[in-house]
Nanobody
Framework: QVQLVESGGGLVQPGGSLRLSCAAS????????IGWFRQAPGKEREGVSC????????YYAESVKGRFTISRDNAKNIVYLQMNSLKPEDTGVYYC?????????????WGQGTQVTVSS
């Protein structure tokens, strides 16, 4: 079975950092673009970042640019999202998803995600 499992979320203070992990099983992650999405309470799910399989090009939402960094470890079949200078508005459930290209629409189904809470 093909699975993507998110982990690494938690409760942090504003200005703190977290590193999220997206681990793949059942397929080779480096054949796909991997994106991170988040959904805050009362808001629509939005794209946060994406890393392509064509030379590792990266993309970021304007709201996280300069604070978040996406990377991949193909040997471990894991994609990371390093989140620094976290703000309360970063709070939400974070999901990862595989697509052929970063420009493709997000999938129609989602896993459990990992909760990120930024609060004093």
């Amino acid at each position: 079975q093909v699975q993507l499992v998110e982990s690494g979320g938690g409760l942090v203070q504003p200005g703190g950092s977290l590193r999220l992990s997206c681990a793949a099983s059942g397929f080779i992650m480096d054949h796909y673009a991997i994106g991170w999405f988040r959904q805050a309470p009362g808001k629509e799910r939005e794209g946060v970042s994406c890393i392509s399989h064509d030379h590792g090009m990266t993309y970021y939402a304007e709201s996280v640019k300069g604070r978040f960094t996406i990377s991949r470890d193909n040997a471990k079949n894991i994609v990371y999202l390093q989140m620094n200078s976290l703000k309360p508005e970063d709070t939400g459930v974070y999901y990862c998803a595989a697509r052929e290209w970063c420009t493709d629409p997000p999938p129609g189904s989602w896993g459990q995600g990992t909760q990120v809470t930024v609060s004093s």
